[in-house]
């Protein structure tokens, strides 16, 4: 499968980032109602941080993601923190190498921008599919219940999980 990752360096690709988020919310599941969810996706965008899109060869999102610098609970002053906020991936590329990609871009993103981030911090469904997956790459740290069912924040060091983004990456050329 032929894909590219992308910053969103303008209103077109924001509005591209927005629209697929969009079109994908229903099918997610989360546990989160859909004005919350809003607002954690087009949180980046409103505050100038950091959103990415996946194209594949015919210029179709096929996934996108974003992060803010900073926690609420810190009026996002503490910008050593990194919390993503969505990750969405079509169906047909789940089961692709589009996310460990992704985290490679994220994470060379992350340390190119010399920002001093030290931990990256994600709340995901508590889902036995997702758990399983980020149980490989962070900490579970709390579990927080909301009307719409439960959800898990998960913490890992920035270093950590570049070591484990640039393994991937390592393992992918050794074959």
């Known amino acids: ?19 697929f ?3 994908n ?5 989360t546990p989160n ?5 809003l607002g954690f996706t087009s949180a980046p965008i409103l505050l100038e941080e950091e959103c990415f ?8 999102v096929i996934g996108a ?3 803010v610098y900073g926690t609420e609970e810190y009026a996002y002053y503490n910008t050593e923190v990194i919390q993503i906020q969505s990750v969405i991936l079509s169906p047909a590329y789940r089961k692709t190498r589009l996310f460990a990609q992704g985290l490679q871009h994220l994470v060379q993103h992350i340390d190119q921008s010399r920002k001093g981030v030290k931990e990256v911090r994600f709340w995901i469904a508590a889902d036995s599919q997702l758990t399983r997956l980020c149980s490989k790459l962070a900490e579970h740290t709390s579990t927080l219940l909301t009307p719409q069912g439960r959800v898990k924040e998960y913490r ?10 640039r393994g991937l990456q390592s393992k992918r050329h050794a074959r």
């Open 25 to 29: 919310y229903v099918p997610l599941h």
């Open 65 to 67: 993601w974003s992060y």
């Open 33 to 37: 109602t859909f004005l919350l969810t």
């Open 21 to 23: 988020v969009l079109e």
């Open 53 to 60: 899109i996946s194209l594949d060869q015919h210029n179709e």
């Open 1 to 19: 499968m032929n894909y590219r990752i992308q910053a969103c360096s303008n209103a077109v690709d924001q509005e591209q980032h927005m629209t």
């Open 156 to 165: 890992i060091p920035f270093n950590q999980l570049y070591n484990y983004a």
